[in-house]
């Protein structure tokens, strides 16, 4: 099991602008819920809040007002049923990629050989046996990433949460960890939120789209993709893609128009 | 899959490649700095009353002696132990202190505000009332070289753990470790470039704070030969220590430089920092 519910969650914080303190309201009564092995995209302008609700869903951040529960039950700060991918992996500089695996094993309480195996087993599965002993500065941006999705795994939580996981590589190696975090979910099955500004990533991974607009829930779109979503390029040329993807594109204009 | 893999090259065999970067290897420079230096002393010294300057030839001479009567030895003895005391309780001290602080905000707002005061405190004037208080020997050097050098240790590791990123904090805490597991696990190797920056910074500092010591006692060690020899106008012989004080602080400094590079191998490599 692995269900993820924000219930009303809001995030007021208090800010000086022009040494006039002001309260900005960054979540205002979130509501959704991600099913149990569904994969779902946060997205939404830049200061839309979604990556806040998934710091929130983290429990890195604590929320105002509102709830987080994973299968029913309120979160109280970080666990271990959750486990996050970071913008820019952040690992650890002077640990290899073994190592920083490891390390999140060594804080959930693994000791001995299984500390190894385990860590072996995900760097592995993330396509890295052979490159486990380099720092993370020996590291293309695409692996480092890798890494910090294994370190996420390893701890075998029920629910990946992944804050714009790609935003920060190249098109090419973007859309090869695409393909790939796809076939991880049909492989483990977790459930997934993950926050991202990339529109065709939103409706080339997900089952879902949350559109979010000044910290708010704007609208919800399925996408009627089949899985497995085996062959991305054939995926990308479809008229179901074209046409989900129109759809999300317009609510997401719809909610910026008002600015301009 | 393997992106980059056979193409990554680390940074010491990318120096290696560049052609016209090294020609000359960085000792030579340096070594031809030092005895261009010592050449033009030599000449311009020789021409001054020995008792306003001295020159190499002459201050070598008053070493060779310094070291034949047994003098150097004994006071170098009578420096670097209570040196190595007052450094070492220094970094002892010092390191832990300057993580809590940092980390701390309790502890920030607490002793933040001492450490501040204290780097900044005119130690100098307090050496007459150590003096009183630890007597005239090997306890109040290594109190006053242990004042000068705690604080720099101190304030860069404070400064160091506020420069950790928030990011790396959140991995720990992501992770459900414990704030003592975070400040040890991950403040800390973050932290130690700017540790060792400070361990380097204090050497200075704990030399000056030790020849301070001795000229207020002026009854041994290398401060004494100093202030003895000044006080006879024997300008050679005054230089003597002085000098054995600064190859030693060289010296101590490549060490920690090398013990840095053994400890903490990445920064140098994140930073491209050659030996220095």
């Known amino acids: 099991m692995g269900e993820v519910s924000l219930i009303d969650v809001s995030k007021r914080f208090s800010l000086r602008i022009e040494g006039k303190p002001q309260i900005v309201r960054a979540l205002d009564r979130l509501n959704f819920t991600v099913s149990d092995g569904e994969v779902v995209a946060l997205i939404g302008p830049s200061g839309c809040g979604k990556t806040t609700a998934l710091r929130i869903a983290m429990g890195l951040e604590t929320a105002t007002s509102g709830a987080v ?17 970071f913008q820019h992996a952040e690992l650890l500089p002077w640990l290899t990629a073994l190592q920083n695996v490891e390390f999140g ?25 052979d490159s486990v002993k380099r720092r993370p500065y020996q590291l293309s941006g695409g692996m480092q990433q890798r890494v910090g999705i294994a370190r996420a795994l390893a701890i075998d939580p029920k629910v990946l ?60 779109f399925t996408v009627p993709l089949p899985r497995p979503r085996g062959d991305l390029s054939a995926i990308r040329g479809s008229d179901v893609f074209a046409q989900t993807r129109y759809r999300v594109w317009r609510a997401l204009h719809a909610g910026a128009q008002p600015l301009h | 899959m393997a992106e980059l893999a056979d193409n990554v090259t680390t940074i010491s065999e990318a120096d290696e490649i560049d052609p016209g970067k090294r020609r000359v290897p960085r000792w030579v420079i340096t070594t031809a700095s030092i005895v261009i230096l010592l050449a033009i002393w030599e000449y311009f010294g020789r021409d001054i009353n020995p008792i306003f300057g001295s020159y190499p030839s002459a201050i070598f001479a008053a070493f060779v002696t310094l070291v034949r009567n047994g003098k150097l030895g004994v006071a170098l003895l009578q420096s670097v132990q209570p040196f190595l005391l007052g450094y070492s309780v220094a970094i002892v001290i010092g390191v832990p202190l300057g993580l809590v602080i940092g980390r701390f905000w309790i ?5 933040g505000i001492l450490v501040t005061g204290g780097y ?7 050496v007459p009332l150590l003096v009183l208080w630890f007597g005239l020997g090997f306890a109040v050097k290594a109190a006053v070289i242990f004042l000068m050098s705690v ?4 304030i860069n590791t404070w400064l160091g753990v506020k420069s950790v990123p928030k990011t790396l904090i959140d991995v720990g805490k992501a992770l459900v470790a414990s704030d003592a597991v975070i400040l040890r696990r991950i403040v800390l190797p973050a932290t130690l470039p700017y540790i060792m920056a ?26 004494a030969i100093i202030i003895n020899s000044a006080n006879n106008f024997d300008t050679a012989t005054m230089f003597v220590p002085i000098i054995v004080l600064m190859v030693l602080a060289v010296g101590l400094n490549s060490l920690i430089g090398w013990f840095e590079r053994f400890v903490a191998p990445w920064q140098a490599e994140i930073a491209g920092r050659d030996q220095s």
Request: charged share 20%.
């Open chain 1, 69 to 85: 529960t994973i299968d029913g039950v309120t979160i109280k700060g970080c666990g271990y049923d959750r486990g996050i991918v």
């Open chain 1, 105 to 129: 094993l060594e804080m959930k309480g693994m000791r001995g050989a299984a500390l190894r195996d385990t860590a072996m087993k995900y760097l592995t599965l993330v396509g890295l046996a």
């Open chain 1, 161 to 220: 949460l992944m804050d714009e996981p790609f935003g920060a590589l190249d098109a090419q190696t973007r859309e090869t960890l695409q393909s790939e975090l796809l076939e991880i979910h049909a492989r483990t099955k977790k459930t997934i939120l993950f926050v991202t500004h990339d529109l065709d990533e939103a409706v080339l991974l997900a089952d879902r789209v949350v559109v979010m607009e000044h910290g708010r829930l704007q609208e919800i």
């Open chain 2, 107 to 111: 502890a920030e707002a607490a002793l």
């Open chain 2, 120 to 126: 900044a405190m005119p130690l100098v004037a307090l």
């Open chain 2, 151 to 154: 604080f720099p240790i101190t």
């Open chain 2, 198 to 223: 400070g361990i380097r910074l204090a050497v200075g500092r704990a030399v000056v704070g030790m020849v301070i010591a001795e000229f207020f006692t002026s009854i041994s060690g290398l401060g």
